[in-house]
DNA sequence: ATTCTTGCAAACTGTTTGCAAGCTC
DNA sequence: GAGCTTGCAAACAGTTTGCAAGAAT
């Protein structure tokens, strides 16, 4: 976890929020903090329920997603779905761009830069003859060992 | 549509069927058609039991489902989910290696090849540390009209 | 004849929604 | 005090599964 980031985007999203004339209720403000924490890579919203759950922070599941959903709209989070449909978020940070490493082994997901890739795929789209807007990319492979 | 890798396909699939002891019955017959014509490029499972339904060729959507899941298990086809998380599948062929563009505009998918960008990634991987065993790349743009 | 396949309907799961009570500003 | 937030429970949608009837070999 990269503390300048989470603070950087608690910041934001503090601003944000206020901009939109959200309040900061107890739901709200918890699944902020999680995100702010656990969301610099991918996070299941069920991750983020059950955290909360344990902690006795917040009471619904609802809640939680209903946050989540918000904060996606306000282009403070993004969201994603894993292999098997389930919902993910992750801090939505113009200076944090990365893509996704899956190990085979542990399934567990993990975020990378790469600087020559970016411009392979700039210069993909355009021999597409495309104007890029976005554009994701999951590796999968194993750390030899 | 590319009739070549459709009855290149075809062939493979009759011929795993056949060996992996599975009878040509109504649903399993209609639904390797229909993949095999409409499925060199990501498919949605609804459109597919929409279709075969339209037709009056299939009396299920269990059928299709189980279906496609058994082809999937049989390395014929590829599984994936869309944004909403609603099954896609697609024609796994290995001479077929393509990736996906979506057009923000009109949401279509459509395949892609890029030989440098291949490279490219498995320059990253390498500079990553990893043993590649797979890797998918999404393109979102729109084309300049 | 035997075993696989199909269709139906019900179950499942994660996510979403309606509403009344509670809290923030 | 007004209006946004929350929690609960019910609804939702796509997908999956159990089972009995119907085919393929």
């Known amino acids: 976890m990269n503390p300048a980031l989470r603070d950087r985007w608690l910041a934001r999203a503090e601003r944000s929020m206020a901009e939109a004339g959200l309040r900061a209720g107890a739901a709200r403000s918890?699944?902020?903090?999680?995100?702010?924490?656990?969301?610099?890579?991918?996070?299941?919203?069920?991750d983020v329920v059950d955290r909360?759950?344990?902690?006795?922070?917040?009471?619904?599941?609802?809640?939680?997603?209903?946050?989540?959903?918000?904060?996606?709209?306000?282009?403070?989070?993004r969201r994603s779905l894993d292999d098997q449909g389930l919902a993910q978020y992750e801090i939505d940070d113009a200076a944090h761009h990365h893509h996704h490493l899956v190990d085979e082994d542990t399934g567990r997901v993990e975020a990378f830069e790469d600087a020559d890739?970016?411009?392979?795929?700039?210069?993909?789209?355009?021999?597409?003859?495309?104007?890029?807007?976005?554009?994701?990319?999951?590796?999968?492979?194993?750390?030899?060992?």
């Open 117 to 145: 890739l970016e411009e392979a795929v700039i210069a993909a789209a355009r021999r597409l003859g495309i104007e890029l807007t976005g554009h994701e990319i999951v590796l999968r492979g194993r750390r030899p060992s």
């Open 30 to 46: 918890r699944v902020v903090a999680v995100m702010a924490e656990d969301g610099q890579c991918l996070v299941g919203a069920r």
């Open 52 to 77: 909360l759950r344990d902690r006795g922070a917040v009471g619904s599941q609802a809640s939680v997603y209903r946050v989540l959903d918000e904060l996606t709209s306000l282009g403070l989070l």
